[in-house]
């Protein structure tokens, strides 16, 4: 193995030298909002705007999850972007209602919406005024304009609104609540897993393990099985504590502080736990939260975990890796690559979050010069960057795959989307056993480049 | 079961149930409906990005461009610009004040970087509200930087994705006739309406060459600006994928005087008729012998194998979804030549004419159905009990849920289609999902298989006109 000692150059963080936004590293609001609303038990998400938005949006996630994903749209024509859409988003409940007979609405807005001021909260008061006396679904509205913010944004507003909408208070239960943000539907599953291990009841919101990589149906279903009952949601309010994960969220308001200010539920902010040291902090606060020891089982998850970093880190030690995508995924793996010595020479996001910088850099280990932190960025510019920095190996969702093929440089594939591959939504990025997964790959695709790159090939590393 | 919205009901028909037929179509979707539409930009994008030697802008909030990074297996055998996403990713600020500045700065960067041959500025909804100057902008840039900046009105809640063709077209049109110096022969043509997916320009021109036509351009297959400038030089246009083309062609005709044709490249008989269409129209001896040269040794060639498919295949039902009419045509025909019956038709885009030319070529108890949606999708094919469906992403995973063996026929897809070796893919792609051993495991299928024809999908299709 080679070590890196050549000391690269600093590259200034001087903000994005372009105007526009080339090969964007994120997406729109609504899109965060839909799958949050996926992950409600039967509840349909309608975004209230123009067609394309829906569909495109439906487009993007189906082509990860490979499942139907029911998306509605208020389909706004020329007179309601004139006159409003008032009209349009009453029609399009009374129809969703009557075909899906759905448990919950989540409507999110679109840019079109909120530029033409439309007041859905008010509309939606309304549709309740006149449907006083009929069992109607619960009716959730997130306002997500996408020149706001970015699809995390969506998500995390959404997630709020669902839970300011419907939870409610009463005596204390010793439940845990769970925002999980934006993980895959494997890693929703081993979260419930671990709290499950530590019996403690818990509600997570949302939970699109079912509902968005589910078994094969014997009859075509509406909406597919799974996600959180509405019932539980509304014992939110009730619960011993939330526990939201991802750095970004702290000091914000978010589901867990209106959880907090309404119903005194105590809130624990941490990261998304990918890596031994973020992994670390997660067990320590649920066991806290159970009041009980570590069980055997993750005792011994972590014990493989540091037996394989040993494994393997000569293969790893010094490389470069660039990681991207949304702001916390790439917290988290900043601090996993830190740990096992690779040096995560590019992080960047595409939201224009202030706050990055200062998180990633809280969770490097000290000493290192060379890291290029960047908020709003896009695959140009990370292109741009990697080949005046040298990398060897990407680190993120299939969009890296432009920078691979530029580069020709190995790519891991992990987070959202995974366009190009099969199985995406059963990446397991968290625990010790998902960061093992991950470990597991970015070591062999360093081996397997090496490998193919090799002009006489070899049969042991 | 589901319900049928009584907005929808004049959508559906099944041949021979009703006494009349008379499609409802074109017009909007029901609000609350999961339509499988895009909107008015993706109409525009999909016929303009192929051009691969422009820049593409969108103007907008940065998901219309997000979204339509790469979205196509649209090939150029040269500059790969189209295949990149550019975005004026407006934020708060600019919705406020305007976008206008930043769109110039965009536009201005952009063509000094890239150095296209044109650029194309698409205004997607946003822009229609806050009321930029888009073609002032453009005008300005064009001016500064010399080359074309053309503006394209493609805000998405201004019509459906057939008005966003019709913007296209008007862009191309602003392009076509603006190289006058261009020799070409007098049997010319272009290619109106292929878009080069997985390659099939290249099929279609390379028999073209074999007859003994020169093609001037292809739009949008392969695409080049300064093809396009002199496409008004041909002596025809051969428009496929007439939902988008048409009207392009009918401009041509009356500013050129190009006489066009509306012909499909897809199955054994409608790509030998296409090419018959364009030989005859040259009244040229050495072109027709030619032409019927290529067709009796292509299909000599594919013949034996689509044989072999038709034998295992035949006997099978078929549903197909797809976004232009002329497609689900061809589409109807060509399962006929493998002995696939089509149980169900419908398309996003269809207009009156082409429903009733699906009625009449379609069997009776086919069920034809305009801008449909997941609901009455899925449950017309349980119905009719389908072994396959033909369609795009969006409907891909609804067939796998039921059971249902798929074939991508959509602008993502990575296997030629067209042509005489196009249909030898269409054919193992169709046989390679229908006899896959993993059916035995899915239990929609199962049931269905054992429950076989105990349903009448009549009854609910005559329900939704009661
Ligand atoms: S914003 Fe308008 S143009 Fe863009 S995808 Fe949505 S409907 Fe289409
Ligand atoms: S950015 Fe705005 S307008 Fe564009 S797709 Fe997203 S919500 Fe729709």
Redesign the pocket.
């Given at each position: 193995m080679q070590a890196n000692f050549v000391k690269l150059p600093t590259v200034k963080k001087t903000g994005p030298a372009f105007v526009s936004t080339r090969n964007a590293c994120k997406l729109c609001a609504p899109l965060g909002a839909s799958l949050v609303f996926r992950g409600i038990e039967g509840c349909v998400p309608l975004i209230h705007?123009?067609?394309?938005?829906a569909t495109?949006i439906r487009r993007y996630v189906i082509s990860h999850f490979k499942e139907p994903i029911d998306i509605a749209s208020s389909n706004f024509s020329e007179a309601t972007a004139i006159f409003g859409g008032a009209a349009n988003l009453k029609i399009a409940l009374d129809n969703l209602i009557r075909q899906y007979k759905p448990s919950a609405v989540g409507i999110a807005s679109t840019?079109?919406s909120e530029t033409i001021g439309d007041d859905v909260q008010g509309y939606l008061e309304e549709y309740r005024k006149v449907h006083v006396g009929v069992d109607i679904p619960a009716l959730i509205y997130a306002s997500t304009p996408s020149y706001r913010g970015t699809h995390m944004d969506g998500y995390h507003e959404a997630v709020k609104a669902t839970v300011v909408a419907l939870a409610c208070g009463g005596p204390r239960s010793n439940s845990l609540n769970i925002v999980p943000g934006f993980l895959s539907a494997a890693d929703l599953r081993h979260l419930q897993e671990i709290i499950a291990d530590f019996q403690l009841p818990c509600t997570m919101l949302p939970d699109y393990s079912e509902t968005l990589d589910g078994e094969s149906w014997s009859d075509y279903q509406k909406l597919s099985p799974g996600g959180t009952p509405v019932s539980a949601i509304r014992a939110m309010g009730r619960a011993a504590a939330t526990i939201e994960l991802g750095r970004s969220l702290a000091g914000e308001e978010t589901a867990a502080s209106c959880l907090t200010e309404a119903f005194g539920v105590k809130r624990v902010t941490l990261g998304i736990p990918i890596g031994i040291r973020e992994t670390d902090l997660f067990f320590s606060a649920v066991q806290e939260i159970a009041g009980c020891e570590l069980p055997q089982k993750y005792a011994k998850q972590r014990g493989r975990l540091v037996d394989a970093y040993i494994d393997g880190h000569k293969t790893i030690s010094g490389k470069r890796a660039v990681i991207y995508g949304e702001a916390d995924f790439v917290a988290s793996m900043a601090s996993f690559l830190d740990e096992i010595g690779i040096v995560p020479s590019l992080c960047a996001t595409g939201a224009p979050t202030k706050k990055f910088q200062e998180i990633v850099s809280s969770l490097l280990s000290a000493g290192h010069k060379d890291i290029i932190i960047r908020e709003d960025a896009d695959f140009e510019d990370m292109l741009d960057i990697c080949s005046k920095i040298g990398v060897d190996i990407i680190i993120g969702n299939s969009k890296g795959y432009y920078l691979a093929k530029n580069l020709n440089l190995p790519l891991v594939r992990a987070g959202f989307p995974v366009h190009d591959r099969i199985g995406g939504q059963r990446i397991l990025h968290v625990g010790y056993e998902g960061t093992q997964q991950l470990f597991d790959r970015i070591v062999n695709a360093l081996i397997e480049y090496k490998q193919i790159n090799s002009p006489v090939g070899y049969s042991y590393i | 079961m589901i319900e049928i919205l009584d907005a929808r009901k004049d959508q559906i028909f099944e041949k021979g149930a009703q006494d009349t037929f008379e499609m409802t179509c074109e017009k909007v979707s029901v609000a609350g409906s999961v339509s499988q539409r895009?909107?008015?930009?993706?109409g525009s994008r999909v016929v303009l990005y192929p051009i691969a030697d422009a820049l593409h802008l969108i103007h907008?909030p940065v998901?219309?461009a997000a979204y339509t990074w790469d979205i196509r297996g649209s090939l150029s055998s040269g500059p790969e610009l189209h295949r990149l996403s550019f975005s004026t990713d407006l934020r708060e600020n600019e919705v406020i004040y305007g976008g206008e500045k930043k769109l110039y700065a965009a536009l201005t960067e952009l063509i000094e970087t890239y150095k296209p041959k044109a650029a194309f500025v698409y205004a997607?909804?946003i822009i229609g509200l806050i009321g930029d100057d888009i073609q002032a902008v453009c005008k300005k840039v064009a001016a500064e930087q010399g080359i074309d900046v053309i503006p394209v009105h493609?805000?998405?809640?201004r019509g459906t994705k057939k008005d966003g063709y019709k913007a296209a077209c008007e862009a191309l049109y602003r392009l076509i006739g603006q190289d006058d110096k261009a020799v070409v022969s007098q049997h010319s043509i272009n290619i109106l309406g292929d878009f080069n997916l997985a390659g099939e320009t290249w099929i279609i021109k390379e028999y073209y060459k074999r007859m003994g036509v020169e093609v001037v351009s292809c739009m949008t297959g392969d695409g080049r600006i300064d093809e396009i400038r002199r496409a008004h030089k041909a002596s025809m246009n051969v428009v496929q994928c007439s939902g988008s083309m048409t009207y392009l062609a009918q401009m041509m005709q009356e500013t050129f005087g190009i006489p066009f044709e509306r012909v499909s490249y897809f199955g054994i008989e409608d790509t030998a008729e296409a090419l018959y269409t364009v030989a005859r129209h040259f009244h040229d001896a050495t072109i027709l012998q030619n032409t019927e040269e290529l067709v009796r040794e292509e299909v000599n060639r594919i013949y034996p194998e689509v044989e072999k498919y038709r034998q295992e295949l035949t006997g099978r039902k078929a549903a197909i979804y797809v976004g232009g009419s002329f497609k689900a045509f061809s589409l109807v025909k060509a399962l006929r030549h493998l002995g696939i019956a089509t149980a169900i038709v419908g398309s996003q885009t269809g207009n009156k004419e082409d429903y009733e030319y699906l009625e009449e070529i379609c069997d009776p108890g086919t069920i034809i159905v305009d801008d449909t949606n997941p609901l009455e999708l899925s449950r017309f094919m349980a119905e009719k009990n389908v072994d396959l469906l033909i369609g795009g992403v969006k409907e891909r995973p609804i067939a796998y849920k039921m059971g249902v063996a798929f074939c991508d026929h959509n602008h993502e897809r990575k296997e030629a289609l067209a042509g005489f070796a196009g249909m030898i893919n269409f054919c193992r792609e169709v046989y390679a999902s229908v006899t896959s051993p993993v059916w035995q495991f899915s239990p929609a299928k199962n049931l269905r298989t054992r429950k076989e024809g105990t349903e009448d999908a009549s009854e609910f299709c005559q329900a939704a006109h009661s």
């Amino acid at each position: 193995m080679q070590a890196n000692f050549v000391k690269l150059p600093t590259v200034k963080k001087t903000g994005p030298a372009f105007v526009s936004t080339r090969n964007a590293c994120k997406l729109c609001a609504p899109l965060g909002a839909s799958l949050v609303f996926r992950g409600i038990e039967g509840c349909v998400p309608l975004i209230h705007g123009s067609q394309g938005c829906a569909t495109y949006i439906r487009r993007y996630v189906i082509s990860h999850f490979k499942e139907p994903i029911d998306i509605a749209s208020s389909n706004f024509s020329e007179a309601t972007a004139i006159f409003g859409g008032a009209a349009n988003l009453k029609i399009a409940l009374d129809n969703l209602i009557r075909q899906y007979k759905p448990s919950a609405v989540g409507i999110a807005s679109t840019c079109l919406s909120e530029t033409i001021g439309d007041d859905v909260q008010g509309y939606l008061e309304e549709y309740r005024k006149v449907h006083v006396g009929v069992d109607i679904p619960a009716l959730i509205y997130a306002s997500t304009p996408s020149y706001r913010g970015t699809h995390m944004d969506g998500y995390h507003e959404a997630v709020k609104a669902t839970v300011v909408a419907l939870a409610c208070g009463g005596p204390r239960s010793n439940s845990l609540n769970i925002v999980p943000g934006f993980l895959s539907a494997a890693d929703l599953r081993h979260l419930q897993e671990i709290i499950a291990d530590f019996q403690l009841p818990c509600t997570m919101l949302p939970d699109y393990s079912e509902t968005l990589d589910g078994e094969s149906w014997s009859d075509y279903q509406k909406l597919s099985p799974g996600g959180t009952p509405v019932s539980a949601i509304r014992a939110m309010g009730r619960a011993a504590a939330t526990i939201e994960l991802g750095r970004s969220l702290a000091g914000e308001e978010t589901a867990a502080s209106c959880l907090t200010e309404a119903f005194g539920v105590k809130r624990v902010t941490l990261g998304i736990p990918i890596g031994i040291r973020e992994t670390d902090l997660f067990f320590s606060a649920v066991q806290e939260i159970a009041g009980c020891e570590l069980p055997q089982k993750y005792a011994k998850q972590r014990g493989r975990l540091v037996d394989a970093y040993i494994d393997g880190h000569k293969t790893i030690s010094g490389k470069r890796a660039v990681i991207y995508g949304e702001a916390d995924f790439v917290a988290s793996m900043a601090s996993f690559l830190d740990e096992i010595g690779i040096v995560p020479s590019l992080c960047a996001t595409g939201a224009p979050t202030k706050k990055f910088q200062e998180i990633v850099s809280s969770l490097l280990s000290a000493g290192h010069k060379d890291i290029i932190i960047r908020e709003d960025a896009d695959f140009e510019d990370m292109l741009d960057i990697c080949s005046k920095i040298g990398v060897d190996i990407i680190i993120g969702n299939s969009k890296g795959y432009y920078l691979a093929k530029n580069l020709n440089l190995p790519l891991v594939r992990a987070g959202f989307p995974v366009h190009d591959r099969i199985g995406g939504q059963r990446i397991l990025h968290v625990g010790y056993e998902g960061t093992q997964q991950l470990f597991d790959r970015i070591v062999n695709a360093l081996i397997e480049y090496k490998q193919i790159n090799s002009p006489v090939g070899y049969s042991y590393i | 079961m589901i319900e049928i919205l009584d907005a929808r009901k004049d959508q559906i028909f099944e041949k021979g149930a009703q006494d009349t037929f008379e499609m409802t179509c074109e017009k909007v979707s029901v609000a609350g409906s999961v339509s499988q539409r895009a909107c008015v930009f993706c109409g525009s994008r999909v016929v303009l990005y192929p051009i691969a030697d422009a820049l593409h802008l969108i103007h907008g909030p940065v998901g219309c461009a997000a979204y339509t990074w790469d979205i196509r297996g649209s090939l150029s055998s040269g500059p790969e610009l189209h295949r990149l996403s550019f975005s004026t990713d407006l934020r708060e600020n600019e919705v406020i004040y305007g976008g206008e500045k930043k769109l110039y700065a965009a536009l201005t960067e952009l063509i000094e970087t890239y150095k296209p041959k044109a650029a194309f500025v698409y205004a997607t909804c946003i822009i229609g509200l806050i009321g930029d100057d888009i073609q002032a902008v453009c005008k300005k840039v064009a001016a500064e930087q010399g080359i074309d900046v053309i503006p394209v009105h493609s805000e998405g809640f201004r019509g459906t994705k057939k008005d966003g063709y019709k913007a296209a077209c008007e862009a191309l049109y602003r392009l076509i006739g603006q190289d006058d110096k261009a020799v070409v022969s007098q049997h010319s043509i272009n290619i109106l309406g292929d878009f080069n997916l997985a390659g099939e320009t290249w099929i279609i021109k390379e028999y073209y060459k074999r007859m003994g036509v020169e093609v001037v351009s292809c739009m949008t297959g392969d695409g080049r600006i300064d093809e396009i400038r002199r496409a008004h030089k041909a002596s025809m246009n051969v428009v496929q994928c007439s939902g988008s083309m048409t009207y392009l062609a009918q401009m041509m005709q009356e500013t050129f005087g190009i006489p066009f044709e509306r012909v499909s490249y897809f199955g054994i008989e409608d790509t030998a008729e296409a090419l018959y269409t364009v030989a005859r129209h040259f009244h040229d001896a050495t072109i027709l012998q030619n032409t019927e040269e290529l067709v009796r040794e292509e299909v000599n060639r594919i013949y034996p194998e689509v044989e072999k498919y038709r034998q295992e295949l035949t006997g099978r039902k078929a549903a197909i979804y797809v976004g232009g009419s002329f497609k689900a045509f061809s589409l109807v025909k060509a399962l006929r030549h493998l002995g696939i019956a089509t149980a169900i038709v419908g398309s996003q885009t269809g207009n009156k004419e082409d429903y009733e030319y699906l009625e009449e070529i379609c069997d009776p108890g086919t069920i034809i159905v305009d801008d449909t949606n997941p609901l009455e999708l899925s449950r017309f094919m349980a119905e009719k009990n389908v072994d396959l469906l033909i369609g795009g992403v969006k409907e891909r995973p609804i067939a796998y849920k039921m059971g249902v063996a798929f074939c991508d026929h959509n602008h993502e897809r990575k296997e030629a289609l067209a042509g005489f070796a196009g249909m030898i893919n269409f054919c193992r792609e169709v046989y390679a999902s229908v006899t896959s051993p993993v059916w035995q495991f899915s239990p929609a299928k199962n049931l269905r298989t054992r429950k076989e024809g105990t349903e009448d999908a009549s009854e609910f299709c005559q329900a939704a006109h009661s």
